[in-house]
């Protein structure tokens, strides 16, 4: 696969080796461990060498950082669940078996990845970099006082807040297979901030919200966008839904700053999601978010969702190549020792969906975009 060289920006990968050695527990879907495969990836295709790339390390969240959202009660709780507290207390806040279990190392864990997206804040205000990658943020489930889907801390919310503290406009743009609900919920009475979330529809997916009709409220009314899909959109018919909304609507506002959230759980090998896009089709979407963010002042990126873990590495090694301007190639590079899966950054072929069922996620996709015209664009005279 090769993509078109575009000219190339100065572009920072936030990462540490601390990031990728935490883990969830052995039968847990999130590995982060994928964090190490994306990295190694990149650094053996050279998506990490020459001037107008670097690598630059987190540092932790401060508990100032985590109060911009979250409840000090909240922040306590966390700092203190690997010591003495009980059951009942962990349940009130989130914790316990399933999605999100308590295990050592945790606050220390969440708060290097918030610090990361923090950072990335801080490197795009100041205008040293143009782009600023954070492959362990993206935690954009996290509430208030409430650990929900995996995330602990709401990394994307506490970087916007920095931004918006500096008198920012930020367009965020979630492109997970699960609807960005702690983004959009920290934001839905503000017109400071736009989030945009493209998402496999709440009727078949997991935190149920997101429906067109979440459009915000007050002075934010218009500004929460929602495109829920059906299961098995491939990758025209996602390309479709987002040229739709996307583009027209990141224009229209002209922020300050791009703020993508990019997981890659849409993969059609992801394990517990339903959409169909291949690595290629992710990193067109990336390339397309390239192009809205060339007409900013800033793009600050995040990782996401995304489980499995080949498709993890090649995808957000793509997504960083195209954030810098490099070239792609066809075959992963020798010596790369990464997860079992393809050897090739995009994916062979898969054999289509009946036609029938083609045609309804179409329609489906149509719909959704249709609602987004009908309730949003107005507010923008689109």
Known sequence: MSQTKRSARRAAYIYTSAMAQHTYGEAHPMKPIRLQHTFELAKAAGFLAGPEAAVVEPRAATVDDLLLFHEREYVDVVRNLDSALGPMTEIAYGFGPGDNPVYPGMYDAHALAAGGSVVASELIASGKYDVAFNPAGGLHHAMPRRASGFCVFNDPVLAIKRLVERGMRVVYVDIDCHHGDGVQYAFYDTARVMTISLHESGRFLFPGTGDVS?????SGAGYSVNVPLAPYTDDDIYAYAFDSVVPPLVKTFHPDVLFTQLGIDTHIGDP???????????????????TLAGESAGWIATGGGGYDLSAVARGWAMAFAVMS??????????????????????????????????????????????EVRRLIFPHFAL
Do not use: C, M, N, W
């Open 325 to 370: 301007g490099r070239e792609i190639p066809v075959a992963l590079p020798d010596g790369y020792r990464g997860p079992p899966g393809p050897e090739t950054f995009a994916d062979p072929a898969e054999p289509p969906v009946d036609s029938d069922i083609q045609r309804q996620i179409r329609g489906f996709a149509e719909r959704s975009v249709d």
């Open 272 to 290: 517990i999601t339903h959409l169909r896009l291949t690595t290629q089709g992710f990193a067109a979407t990336v390339a397309k978010l390239a």
């Open 214 to 218: 979440e459009i915000g409220t007050g």
